[in-house]
Structure formats: structure tokens, C-alpha cells
């Protein structure tokens, strides 16, 4: 079945410290790729997400790249900030089913 | 535009105790979804409703859970009797049409179950 595995966390940075947070997929067929991130205290919403090959997905200084050959779609960030600490979930669907990673937690410290 | 609300917010019941989670979605969503999140996990399925239709349960303990979504707006999400291992944030979310690809899905704060 679809799968998707993600980095284990804490990832704990510096103010202004460059973010990679990695994600790999099993899918049968073309699935699409999402991150949703979860703020303490609140629900999960949509960061990015990109629906084929090679896209790139895009928000408030993150990005992600759908790379179909490496099965994976890693989020990052240039310039991390305080308030980007939450908990980020990669997910697929390739139906109507949305399967989620275990998330990584990001600790951003001033 | 109000997202989506769920209640109670918190719960903590004996196990063997039944409890009941609602959920009102997002107005003029036709598709719902339950997942539940144990700690340190990411949100797996439970069941999808499409309008008042069940889409997929495949992921629903039926012998102690079930959900209805009679009008096909709000629906609950109930757990009868509770065990320990049901211990998890059961959350709600909606979106316009889940049947196509892409839909974004919003979802509500959650509700923290722990049973005892």
C-alpha cells in the first residue's frame, strides 16, 4: 500500500538557519504530494502541495520539489524563523485518500 | 468563512465508557472525513462521507466505532466501549469534493480522547 516516511525530529535550529526536512514515497501510480504543518494548539493546514512530476510546490518561504526518480519531496526553507515552529506532516494521494508521515517536529530557537 | 468546528475539545473517560465526538464542517463541503492521530503519529483515515454516503470505511474498527452523517452536514463519531489504545486526537475535516484529486482538505482543531 501507499506509505510515506519522514525525517525524525526534533529538528532543533537557530533564527535564520536553512531547513531541510526530508520525505520519501511508495505509491502505486501518480500520486500527489502535499506538506501540512500543525501549530501548537491548532489543526493541520496546508502549506504546499504539487499534483505531477517536477513541480514545485510553494508558501511562505517554503518549497517543495516533487522529484518522481528519488520518490521524494523535501521541504525547505532559506531563513527559518521562531514562528515556524510546529509539527510538519508530508502526505500523498493518489485517490481520495490522503495517507500522512509520522510528521517532524521543528523547534526554531532566537 | 468559519472553518471547521469540533467539540468537545477534550474528553477523558474510564475505559469500557462510550463517548461521542461532533463535528460541523465547512458550508457547502460535500465530503468529510474522521481520522485519528496517536501521539507521535501521523492522522490515519478512519472514514469518508460524501454527502450523507459512506466513501471508504475501510479503516474503522466497526466492532466498537461508528459514524453517521444523517443530513450530510454535521456528523459524529462515536466509540463504544472505549479502550485504552483509543487513546488519540480525533479529527475532523472537510472539502469541497474529496472524489477529485487535489481538493484541499481544512481541518478542525481536534479532539483529545484519554481513556483510562
Known amino acids: 500500500g501507499d506509505s510515506v516516511t519522514q525525517m525524525e525530529g526534533p529538528v532543533t535550529l537557530s533564527e535564520e538557519a536553512f531547513l531541510t526536512i526530508n520525505c520519501t514515497y511508495t505509491?502505486?501510480?501518480?500520486?500527489?504530494l502535499f506538506w501540512y504543518v500543525q501549530y501548537p494548539g491548532e489543526g493541520l493546514q496546508l502549506l504546499l502541495k504539487?499534483?505531477?512530476?517536477?513541480d514545485k510546490g510553494s508558501n511562505k518561504g517554503f518549497e517543495a520539489t516533487y522529484r518522481k526518480e528519488t520518490t521524494s519531496f523535501h521541504l525547505e526553507k532559506g531563513s527559518v524563523q521562531v514562528s515556524d515552529s510546529a509539527v510538519y506532516f508530508c502526505?500523498?494521494?493518489?485517490?481520495?485518500?490522503?495517507?500522512f508521515g509520522g510528521g517532524t517536529r521543528l523547534m526554531v530557537k532566537p | 468563512e468559519a472553518g471547521v468546528a469540533q467539540s468537545p475539545r477534550y474528553k477523558i473517560i474510564e475505559k469500557r465508557q462510550s463517548v461521542a465526538f461532533w463535528c460541523n464542517p465547512i458550508?457547502?463541503?460535500?465530503?468529510l472525513y474522521w481520522y485519528q492521530q496517536i501521539l507521535g503519529q501521523g492522522p490515519k483515515l478512519l472514514i469518508q462521507f460524501q454527502n450523507n454516503g459512506v466513501v471508504d470505511d475501510s479503516q474503522l474498527p466497526k466492532d466498537r466505532f461508528s459514524a453517521e452523517r444523517l443530513k450530510g452536514v454535521d456528523s459524529t463519531l462515536k466509540i463504544q466501549p472505549a479502550k485504552l489504545e483509543d487513546s488519540a486526537v480525533y479529527l475532523c475535516?472537510?472539502?469541497?469534493?474529496?472524489?477529485?484529486?487535489?481538493?484541499?482538505?481544512?481541518f478542525g482543531p481536534g479532539t483529545r480522547l484519554t481513556v483510562l
Open positions: 502526505a500523498l494521494t493518489a485517490g481520495n485518500m490522503l495517507t
Open positions: 475535516a472537510s472539502s469541497l469534493d474529496g472524489l477529485e484529486v487535489g481538493y484541499e482538505q481544512f
Open positions: 505509491a502505486t501510480g501518480y500520486p500527489s
Open positions: 458550508s457547502g463541503h460535500a465530503t
Open positions: 504539487a499534483t505531477k512530476a517536477d
